[in-house]
């Protein structure tokens, strides 16, 4: 069940640990210039903030529907006292302006199907030892089911969860595809659009614990991690939820850190 809903902004109960530490200058931007823009933008509705872990590093799996929905995961993070540290393309770096400040805020490239996708896991690997909280989108893509419905998964996060024994935090958003609809490609700049997103308790993995990282034991994590979220997505939307959806680029879970 959904519970501890809060609405709007959190306040206290959120914003006041992540605002006390010294973040830096660059940290301390990115917040005012993306807060400023989702409190008129945005009509939040959070819910489940008891779940997470109270610290500790830890994985979140939110599902992808929209390519507003980042923003959304990270201001519900840090409305919830946390750091979100997201997995990327490592291309987007590329990007002038965009790829320092992704850096200056500690976000997290990767490469993929390279020797470069090793180092990248071993960078998750020291941010979840650091007690950071890094953001893995399973499906790697926003998703193709044509009611927005989660993809089957790629087994990045999966693989994360097995070599650090972190815990995983399925989350669910819904309302970005007001703001952008990968359906159509269309973004609309109307203000206070409703979203929501919750977060549910850590997935039960224990049965995975000390097993080897082969192809059926990371698609077999992979899929209870999606199921988790897909049903927490059914809760948000109030309907009952479909079958995962087909991915057709899904990774053979052999190689690298990939989302």
Same mark, same amino acid.
């Given at each position: 069940m959904?519970? /501890?809903? *809060?609405?709007?902004?959190?306040?206290? $109960? &959120?914003? =006041? #640990?992540?605002?006390?530490?010294?973040?830096?200058?660059?940290? =301390?931007?990115? *917040?005012? %210039?993306?807060? /400023?823009?989702?409190?008129?933008?945005?009509?939040? +509705?959070?819910?489940?903030?008891? @779940?997470?872990? #109270?610290?500790? &590093?830890?994985? *979140? +799996? #939110? @599902?992808? $529907?929209?390519?507003?929905?980042? %923003?959304? *995961?990270?201001?519900?993070l840090y409305n919830s006292g946390r750091w979100p540290r997201f997995l990327a393309k490592a291309s987007i770096w590329k990007i002038p302006v965009l790829g320092f400040l992704l850096t200056k805020t500690l976000q997290i490239p990767? !490469?993929?199907? /390279?020797?470069?996708?090793v180092r990248s896991l071993d960078t998750l690997i020291a941010a979840i030892q650091q007690g950071g909280v890094v953001v893995i989108y399973p499906e790697g893509t926003t998703t193709r089911e044509p009611g927005l419905w989660p993809m089957r998964g790629k087994t990045g996060a999966a693989r994360l969860a097995l070599a650090t024994g972190a815990p995983v935090v399925p989350m669910a958003t819904w309302g970005a595809q007001r703001v952008h609809d990968p359906r159509t490609n269309k973004i609309s700049l109307k203000p206070r659009v409703p979203v929501s997103v919750t977060v549910g308790k850590p997935v039960d993995l224990s049965r995975f614990h000390g097993a080897a990282p082969t192809? +059926?034991?990371? !698609?077999?994590? +992979? !899929?209870?991690?999606?199921?988790? /979220? =897909?049903?927490?997505?059914? !809760?948000l939307r109030a309907e009952t939820p479909p079958p995962l959806f087909p991915n057709a680029r899904r990774s053979s879970g052999t190689t690298g850190p990939s989302a």
């Open positions: 959904i519970s /501890s809903e *809060v609405r709007g902004d959190v306040g206290g $109960m &959120g914003e =006041r #640990p992540v605002a006390q530490r010294r973040i830096g200058f660059w940290r =301390r931007l990115s *917040v005012v %210039l993306v807060l /400023s823009s989702m409190k008129a933008w945005t009509k939040r +509705t959070w819910t489940g903030m008891e @779940n997470m872990p #109270p610290g500790g &590093g830890f994985i *979140v +799996t #939110p @599902n992808h $529907m929209s390519q507003f929905d980042p %923003l959304v *995961v990270a201001h519900y990767v !490469e993929r199907g /390279s020797v470069e996708a192809k +059926t034991v990371l !698609e077999q994590m +992979t !899929e209870q991690i999606q199921l988790a /979220s =897909r049903d927490l997505l059914g !809760e």
